[in-house]
């Protein structure tokens, strides 16, 4: 069973930025891939980024492409994600997930594990 404790979200005014860590109980932590989601009210849970189990490859959602960065310290068992020029539309409960498979980006499907989900919001 793998625990994953995120933090770092809040409130934010449109053009600032966040970030969002989320520490993973496992070892060892480069047996997985990491990836941030994101839900909104009212609409499904969507993808936001993916970094691959050595951290050389990273994957982003278009909406997202440009201002938002995924990194990991498999030293600290931590990911990251960078968000900077944020939107409103950006407004949603942003999740850390974990999967051992094989796809990437990670689908919704493949993750093995959830965080709790962290609030982000952006005001106008």
């Known amino acids: 069973q793998v625990q994953l404790v995120e933090s770092g979200g809040g409130l934010v005014q449109a053009g600032g930025s966040l970030r969002l860590s989320c520490s993973a109980s496992?070892?060892?932590?480069?047996?997985?891939?990491m990836g941030w989601f994101r839900q909104a009210p009212g609409l499904e849970r969507e993808f936001v980024a993916t970094?691959?189990?050595?951290?050389?490859?990273?994957y982003y959602a278009d909406s997202v492409k440009g201002r938002f960065t995924i990194s990991r310290d498999s030293a600290k068992n931590t990911v990251y994600l960078q968000m900077n020029s944020l939107k409103p539309e950006d407004t949603a409960v942003y999740y850390c997930?974990?999967?051992?498979?094989?796809?990437?980006?990670?689908?919704?499907?493949?993750?093995?594990?959830w965080g709790q989900g962290t609030q982000v919001t952006v005001s106008p």
């Open positions: 970094i691959n189990k050595s951290g050389g490859s990273t």
């Open positions: 496992e070892h060892p932590f480069s047996s997985y891939n």
């Open positions: 997930a974990v999967s051992a498979a094989v796809h990437l980006p990670i689908p919704t499907i493949a993750v093995d594990y």
